[in-house]
């Protein structure tokens, strides 16, 4: 008898005529699809906040964020990775992000990489777990060689360990101190896990860095105010922000940045026209956190 199809490799009824669907139709039932995948990660929010408060205390302690997984789950980790520090000034080495085959399945399949215990020793041991660290395996079914083995030596090495996959019954959940699993159904192309599967992993990674990096006082409000103002786009922000925030003009806050560089520090100075010397010290005083300042 052969074995019981995992969920993410099952057929979907509902989107059984895909083949001879018109462009509108196959648009329509994907979209219908994608409709579940908020409302299945809305069920597991209770595991994502448990996750990120473990986020927080990692770096608390000068602890990292490691993100493991393969094909699709893998590029997710290293696009949320990659955006951590242009969003939220934070040191490359916070958030890391490891891929099954390492940089060439970034852009292209890299033959039986989520098999390979191999590359996940490999990759477990450049990264160095310990126990101060969170380590986050991410993968549709929760079966793949590299991120049960790459969860379970983190475990061994006394990290937290997360899993987030779209699958109940994955393996690797016997490794996982959080199981974050958004229950996304069937997909509308049998199989193809990168569809409602790999946008509700977007999702939760979202969720993780931007509500541990908010945790640690990289917002004001709702406004990203550690932003590096590194082009024309994000220095304009950064105006708009100061501006907003401190209650100046857009040119004094202009000003402002272009002397100091640093979003939080000019809406100190603006705030309580101040110098940057003292605004620098106003908010090391406050540990980086601009509202106990303002």
């Known amino acids: 008898m052969a074995d019981k199809l995992i969920l993410t490799e099952r057929r979907n009824p509902d989107t059984e005529n895909l083949d001879v669907m018109s462009s509108l139709e196959i648009a329509q039932a994907m979209n219908n699809e994608d409709k579940k995948v908020a409302l299945a990660v809305e069920k597991v929010l209770p595991q994502i906040a448990q996750a990120i ?14 993100y493991f997984g393969a094909g699709t789950s893998g590029r997710l980790g290293v696009l949320d990775a990659s955006e951590c520090p242009p969003t939220f000034g934070a040191n490359p080495d916070m958030v890391q992000a ?5 940089e060439k399945a970034i852009r292209q399949a890299v033959e039986n990489a989520e098999d390979s215990i191999e590359f996940a020793q490999q990759d477990i041991k450049t990264f ?9 395996a991410i993968s549709a079914c929760g079966n793949p060689n590299y991120c049960i ?13 997360v899993d987030v996959s779209s699958n109940p019954e994955a393996k690797i959940q016997k490794f996982a101190d959080i199981f974050i699993n958004p ?25 993780l860095t931007t509500g541990a990096f908010v945790r640690l006082g990289k917002a004001y409000k709702n406004y990203m105010i550690d932003v590096q103002l590194n082009n024309k786009k994000l220095f304009d922000r950064g105006c708009r922000f100061v ?5 100046v003009s857009y040119e004094q806050a202009a000003l402002l940045l272009s002397q100091c560089k640093n979003v939080k520090t000019a809406c100190v100075m603006a705030a309580k026209n101040c110098s940057q ?18």
């Open 53 to 66: 408060d473990a986020i927080v205390n990692a770096f608390h302690s000068g602890g990292r964020l490691a």
């Open 98 to 102: 490891y891929i099954a085959g390492g």
């Open 243 to 247: 501006s907003e925030i401190s209650n």
């Open 149 to 161: 083995e790459a969860l379970r030596l983190a475990h061994l090495a006394g990290a937290k360990t």
């Open 128 to 136: 160095a777990p310990t126990e101060h660290d969170v380590v986050v």
């Open 183 to 207: 229950v996304v159904g069937e997909e509308a192309l049998t199989g193809s896990s990168r569809l409602k599967s790999g946008t509700a992993q977007k999702m939760v990674l979202n969720m």
């Open 277 to 294: 010397q003292q605004a620098e010290q106003l908010l090391q005083k406050a540990h980086g956190i601009l509202r106990k300042v303002l």
